[in-house]
């Protein structure tokens, strides 16, 4: 199993959790946001952190080729 399937696997789990709740996606969403950043700052630097979050940005349409790759 790769690294994405295992977390796609507890994401999965976590909205279903969550819409047995009645919380919404969009607020799941938020909170793994706010979690992936959290781990983010256990060892890079906030300069590192935005430009992570700006390519993803960056890379939101599907059909564009990606503009920044990470190495």
């Known amino acids: 199993m ?30 793994l946001l706010s979690e992936a950043i959290r781990l983010f ?9 935005a430009a992570e979050l700006t390519a993803a940005a960056d890379n939101l349409d599907d059909d564009s080729p990606l503009v920044f790759m990470r190495p």
């Open 41 to 49: 700052k256990l060892g890079r630097s906030n300069d590192d952190i």
């Open 2 to 31: 790769s690294t994405h399937q295992l977390v796609a696997r507890h994401i999965e789990a976590a909205l279903a959790e969550a819409a047995e709740r009645k919380i919404g996606e969009d607020v799941v969403a938020r909170c």
